[in-house]
């Protein structure tokens, strides 16, 4: 009887670390599934981001006209320098 105290115990854990297990498995296929569906929204939104992208760059930029030149000059930012 003093044997099945030990094995009652490791059952115990070893039920409740299964249960544990399984809840992480279906958690991470229902992230999958997420991801799945928010990569597809990305490529359908991609064509109005660039577009977005493209028209908040040509907010960005000055035209200059002078007497037969128009000169367009265009500010992007790429990255920033660390500060020293």
Request: hydrophobic content about 45%.
């Amino acid at each position: 009887m003093n044997n099945d105290k030990p094995r009652e115990a490791f059952q115990a854990a070893y039920d409740r670390a299964a249960s544990e297990l399984r809840m992480i498995h279906d958690e991470f296929e229902r992230l999958a599934i997420r991801h799945d569906q928010v990569a597809r929204v990305v490529e359908v939104l991609k064509p109005a981001i660039q577009l977005a992208e493209q028209q908040e760059a040509a907010k960005m930029s000055l035209t200059t006209r002078m007497a037969g030149l128009a000169v367009r000059t265009r500010l992007t930012v790429v990255g920033t320098l660390p500060e020293a």
